[in-house]
């Protein structure tokens, strides 16, 4: 598991270039720009169970959704910020993809530490140094195990369905 690290304000145009808005809009059209401008590197070497570690106002700016897809369809375990711009924040439900507001995680951080995630608990620990962070609400955690909020809604319609036979 690698740890990606990322300062303040990083933002949708950071995240995917906007010059492919257009032409790019499956995760796997979008994956391979990710970041790119940014950090060359992301996109051939994120791997699935990578974290991202960030400042603040991590996805300010527009309200596409390929940074988001593309982030999900990494396979990354979740973005670790100090805050996040509300809109991205919502996209990142609406695609099941964990985002946790830990202040002190990434100041924390030197590298070479070992980051381990642990949603069950809200717990996160950076090089051996345990951060609690807020649990999310039951109706984000059920988003987020359904893989999203169309297959969080495609089984609750057809829970619903099959109740009323």
């Given at each position: ?5 990322y300062g303040n304000d990083i933002n ?79 996209a990142a439900i609406n695609q099941g ?5 830990c202040p002190g995680a990434k100041e ?58």
């Amino acid at each position: 598991m690698k740890v990606w690290v990322y300062g303040n304000d990083i933002n949708t145009d950071m995240l995917f270039p906007g010059k492919y808005t257009y032409t790019c809009s499956k995760p796997e059209e979008i994956k391979p720009h990710l970041l790119e401008d940014l950090d060359p590197e992301f996109a051939e070497k994120v791997r699935p169970e990578d974290i991202i570690l960030a400042g603040k106002n991590f996805g300010c700016g527009s309200s596409r959704e390929q940074p988001v897809v593309g982030l999900k369809a990494t396979g990354i375990q979740a973005i670790v910020a100090k805050s996040f711009a509300r809109i991205f924040y919502r996209a990142a439900i609406n695609q099941g993809l964990v985002l946790i507001e830990c202040p002190g995680a990434k100041e924390s951080y030197r590298p070479g530490d070992i980051v381990e995630l642990d949603l069950d608990n809200d717990r996160i620990n950076v090089g051996g140094k345990g951060f609690l962070f807020p649990q999310l609400p039951p109706e984000i955690q059920e988003i987020r195990a359904a893989g999203g909020l169309l297959s969080y809604t495609r089984s609750k319609l057809t829970a619903a369905k099959e109740e009323n036979e």
